[in-house]
């Protein structure tokens, strides 16, 4: 920001100084007066008072600048006024961020100012700062553009072969720029990004989503109305059967309205938690930190208008960190890598209830993320369980043998799994593993070789509602697993 | 610093709400059994939507979620609709293969104590003694012959495991619900064998129990057919005894904690009562040693502000209405016959007494052995005794409006009470003369 600030000054300068020069073009030139009133009085001196006229020469009162020169001088004093813009951004934008800086952690306890601190970055994220201030520099080189279209333009009135030169250089300067800009739209890791080729690069991808999602949509419609077209006569029988068969299920799926639970309010704070850890897990580099923070997945409310899937892909490449040469996670990085299956796995189940009813795939296509939940279940041993789970979550209907490996006997443990199976029936992604599995989980849990505490209790027995086709709201289901006692 | 931040994080996700329990308790209640309602007793393989094959097994964890969340749901009334998916398991146990029966079996096992736990029924023995339980829904079109499977079952099931015989006990007992007469015998049969002495407390307790809810159709012996009745005779009257004193003869010094329990005895003693009004009853109550035990209870209730004075005097009185020789009888002393006279009219005027037509017809015979004893009365206990006779009277007269036949026994009554009126009178005026 200071750069800026010293180089948009320097700018503002040197354009200045440029158009003062430019300025004569504006106003008559006086010696244009005095020259007639000497050639006047050299034509009285000679007697010719015919040709010197009755009335003194004022070539002054009738002299108006050129059309060419007027445009010049817009274009130059719009160079300024945008370099003087950008200078009066930089001083904003120094400002801003010397509040944000003296006021991110506030008062308070340890806590308190983390939070105070997420709260005033996502501020930030909220309001567009880094955009804002990222469009400064495009004002500088915006008006360094229209300061050259001056010059050249002055110049080629003044002097077309010196103009050439300026010209020149000018349009070697912005075709260069496009070209960086291309080269970044092709090449997301090429280093040349600037503001406007990561604006360009969101609009390219936007459009490309749009067409591919139209595209699908019109295949679909196609196929739907073809095989209407091609199976009506055929499909009577079939679909009386299927009808008497929904009948019957009715009663059993029969949907009675969501059930609304009357859970308290979150504290004002808490919404600031997921934020917090996904900062933490974004941009942490201290791997106790990042452990840490992938621990705390599990614990925190994830509310389902935070988008977290870019997180998965994120994740998993911590993960394959800790992978080794011969494809066994490497001794020293167990936890670090535990801690990422476990974060892994649950923020799957909660990218896969934000996208319920919908099918959406987080690593690519439904294949990768078979795959890549395959792979981390395979690799990872300390949380087997939770991975397998999600394994299942993603394949579902295909039933996993061993789902319950040696962590799944701990009340902890099994506390996390109970959480975590609601999931699989309110979004449909069950197989008999589960169901059997799900059964055992309750029944452990509560055994009366311990008494449970309420918190249990209501987990297995939103469990148990789920599993008889209660139906709940999405947000309750995220709530209750980590609230109900 | 980050890591102590996020340290703190960590604690600060604990929280609390209570808010849920009670609604997700509820509902699962209601729609777990709507799911089972549905189901057809069909195979569940072929349950389409999978919904019923989960009711199914979570049929093993249900019952432990409910009782653990028993105080957030409003009891069931459908009961009956309940046993209805019992019964399709039952008959799709007889119908399936060795293996698959184990399977229907624990699943019947496991239903039959939802249909309890749904009840808000609990195993509790304590439970056993409140009055019948009458919550099994308005409307209900089922015959007796629907629940005949349940004596059967509990015909097959009692030697093996209990806590399924007590269920079904505390169903065709305390639940009151009813299986055709056909029955009977077996049922009978299978109390004796539950109430035996190496049966645990509870199904002894709950088979007395449901022996007390049936004790009329047992007392008119000479109703029910001459196989039944013999066995009655000879099999049933021992095995009540056993119920409250599983080893025979026990005392109180040896067994000082099962000797005596207030409701359980309370209980008891209504079934010997409704036993000792038929007269073929007497010789196996007194061989039986029934009368034994009401003596022993006679310290012990005689003087106690409960009913159970009341029936001890209904036995006692039924089985020596003369003051005939009875043996057993000739332990009691004057005192103790006057103490439980006097205490069984303190609640002669409760609704047990006044709304039980054997009850009702049993107050003259009290009148007549109340006489009997009441010459050692002093003017406290005269006093007393007038007192509660006042207090019958006026709840005898409230019912007279409704039931014209009960004049006899309210002027029999009336006239004791004069009785026992001029007999304080005099006690009062002749320690007057005396005492100056």
New interface residues.
Partial sequence: MRLMFVQSGLFSTVSSSFIVSMESNLSPDPSDTTNALLTQLVQIGLHNLTAAGFTPEDPASTWSPTASAVRIQMVAYASLSLSLLAAFGAVLGKQWIGYYKSKRYGRG???E??KRRQEMFDGLVTWYFDDVIQSFPVLLQLSLLLFEIALGAHMWYQQPSIAWVIIAITVSGFLFYLLTVMICLISPACPFQTPMSTVLRGTVHATGEFARCSLKLLSAALHTALRSLLLRSSTNFVDSEAQS?DQ??D???AD?GT?S????DM?PT?NL?AP??KW?LETST?P??FI??AR?VP???WPLDLDVSDMLPQLYDHFISCVGFDGQIVPSLEEKASACATALSYLYYGCVLHAHPDYINFFGSKKQDENVLYDVWRKDTANDTVVAMAVNLCLSGIPLDDISGPAANSVPALEQLLHLLPYH?VTGR?NQSI??FA?EV??KL?SSSFS?S??I??N???L??A????QFDKQDIIR?D???? | MLLTHLLLLLCSTKRSCSAALPQVTQSLLTRFQRVLWAWDGGDLENDSTGVTHRAYNLLNVICRILELGQSFYDPSSDTMRNLDVCRKIYSRMKLSEQDDASVSLAALRNALHFTLTAAQVSRDPDYLWFEPYSGLGTGDSHSPEDFDWLVDYLDHVYADDQEVAFDIIFLLGPMKVRFSAAKQQQFIKSLIACMGNDMPVYLRYAALRAAHIVREAIASIDAIDAKLRDMVLTKFSPAILTTVCPRPGTTLANDPHDFFHDERDLCYLELIFALARDPSWHAHLIGDHHIDRCISMIARFSKSYTLHPFYLSGILLQIAPEQLSVAPLDGVTEQQWWDMMRRAWRYADSQAVIDNIHCFEFLPVLVEGTKRHMQIASEYDLEELVSYLDDVLRALERRLSEQREREGVIVVVKEFRTIASDMLEKSVNSEGVISP
Avoid at chain 1, 261 to 264: E, H
Avoid at chain 1, 467 to 470: C, L
Avoid at chain 1, 482 to 485: G, M, T
């Fill in positions: 306890s340890q806590e100012r983390g068969l019957d299920s009663v059993v799926v009675d059930l639970l009357d859970l308290p504290l808490s938690e917090s850890v933490l201290d106790e930190v840490t923070a705390l614990l925190v409310e029936f069950v169901e059997v059964v309750i029944s509560l449970p309420n918190q209790i209501a297995c027995t939103v148990a509602c599993m008889v086709g209660v209750i980590k609230r109900c006692s």
